[in-house]
């Protein structure tokens, strides 16, 4: 039976398509071309556009084939809190833009990462991340599954031997990390922790939100799983939450989907649907935006109201050696800068009315738009954590973090000059 009547079989039959379904197996595809193509096979109406499937469960074709799939002797879609084709559709294309073997998405990145913790640890375990990573997860992973037992240490970006010194032999079960971090870019070196976390018997997380696997791929740098908020880039036009997690199928199928069958952080099927739509077009966006992104840092570097631009792709930039190995040379699309002030209470006020001066950039949280966005760490993502928080990850007042779309550089610039004039002043 040849590959098409194969597909066609298995859909009668209702089967989960395989996650080279629709590329042909004998050729190593550029990952232009998989962002596009991958996806599950065509239903019988020959769609060109995937379809959307809005639908609850699906019908078997007798009580057997109920049971057998149910209990998880037979493939096929049954529920869509667990199985639909159009969350399938777009886990096999972001598995396959990150050179994963299955992807499980979810409802937003937040859900992805209590997933993650739900399905690999328990009371007594320990987990080592980054304090420099995302304000909710630092709440997340310190506060609430603190509360269950779970104990977290958070160790510095960059420097891998507080790392070591972290690690609780038998009892370390996770590295987390998150490379560039939010909101400084901070860079950590992904093989050195993927070294350090299986020689303690721990598994390494990296959340690649920043990047996306247009510019990053942690698995090939040894990473064990890749955490998404598809929220970000992989939409790219701020549509809709979405997160996923990326992997091997021992650890996404094996130990995350039962959890997930149960627990219900699903993702729905429209907004599967409209990430997997978005993801057509992530290389295009991602190195446009990075384009942008770094004319706008450099100008910023040469403002006299700006103390320090913390962007990968800068040669100024602390790690940018490893930012452009690890980055395919490119430094991303999100940059932040401080402003020099006298204090933080100034640094505050210069920071709010440089973003009250701006009529081109969207005041929000979000980032991987094609529209760009503004925000003030310390008070919008990071507001939630205490001061000695934000100080130790180096969050101060006068941060502004900018999410670079796809505008073009001397708008952006003019619309962030009057405000620098006023900081300056």
């Given amino acids: 039976m040849n590959s098409r009547s194969d597909d066609a079989a298995r859909r009668a039959a209702g089967a989960r398509p395989s ?41 078997q074709q007798d009580a057997r084939s109920a049971a057998a799939r149910f209990a998880g002797d037979e493939e096929g879609f049954i529920y869509s809190r667990f199985s639909n084709p159009s969350v399938a559709a777009m886990e096999t294309r972001l598995a396959a833009l990150e050179g994963a073997q299955a992807a499980l998405a979810t409802s937003s990145g937040m859900g ?25 997860t630092i709440k997340l992973l310190g506060d609430i599954f603190g509360k269950f037992g779970v104990e977290t240490s958070f160790v510095s970006q960059t420097d891998v031997r507080e790392w070591k010194t972290a690690m609780r032999p038998g009892r370390t079960r996770l590295l987390f990390a998150e490379t560039p971090s939010n909101p400084l870019a901070e860079v950590c070196d992904i093989a050195a922790l993927a070294a350090l976390a299986h020689d303690g018997g721990a598994l390494l997380v990296v959340d690649n939100c920043f990047c996306s696997p247009a510019l990053q791929r942690p698995l090939e740098f040894g990473a064990d799983i890749v955490m998404h908020s598809g929220t970000k880039f992989l939409d790219g036009q701020g549509r809709t939450l979405a997160g996923a ?5 021992e650890i996404i199928e094996g130990k995350l989907l039962p959890v997930q069958r149960s627990a219900g952080i699903s993702l729905s099927p429209f907004n599967a649907w409209v990430v997997h739509k978005g993801m057509e077009t992530l290389g295009l966006r991602v190195q446009a935006q990075s384009a942008r992104a770094l004319e706008l840092a450099l100008w910023l570097e040469r403002q006299p109201a700006v103390s320090r631009v913390y962007y990968p792709g800068l040669v100024s930039h602390p790690q940018h050696a490893l930012a452009m190995a690890q980055q ?35 005041i929000t949280a979000n980032f991987g738009d094609t529209r760009t966005t503004i925000t003030h760490p310390a008070s919008t993502s990071h507001g939630r954590l205490s001061e000695a928080q934000r100080q130790a990850a180096g969050i101060g007042q006068g941060l502004i973090r900018i999410g670079v779309g796809l505008e073009h550089p001397t708008d952006l610039q003019a619309d962030l000059a009057p405000g620098l004039r006023t900081a300056g002043a």
């Fill in 19 to 59: 996650d080279d379904a629709t590329l042909p197996p004998d050729a190593c595809w550029h990952p232009d071309t998989v962002a596009v193509r991958a996806s599950v096979p065509r239903t019988p109406y020959g769609e060109h556009s995937e379809a959307v499937f809005l639908s609850s469960s699906f019908v």
């Fill in 112 to 136: 992805a990462i209590t997933l993650l913790m739900l399905g690999l640890l328990k009371s007594g375990d320990h987990v080592v991340c980054s304090r420099s990573v995302f304000g909710s």
């Fill in 245 to 249: 997690l990326c992997g091997t199928r």
């Fill in 328 to 362: 395919s040379g490119q430094g991303g699309a999100v940059l932040s800068f401080d402003l020099a002030a006298e204090g933080p209470e100034q640094a505050r006020e210069r920071a709010f009315a440089l973003i009250d001066a701006t009529r081109l950039c969207s």
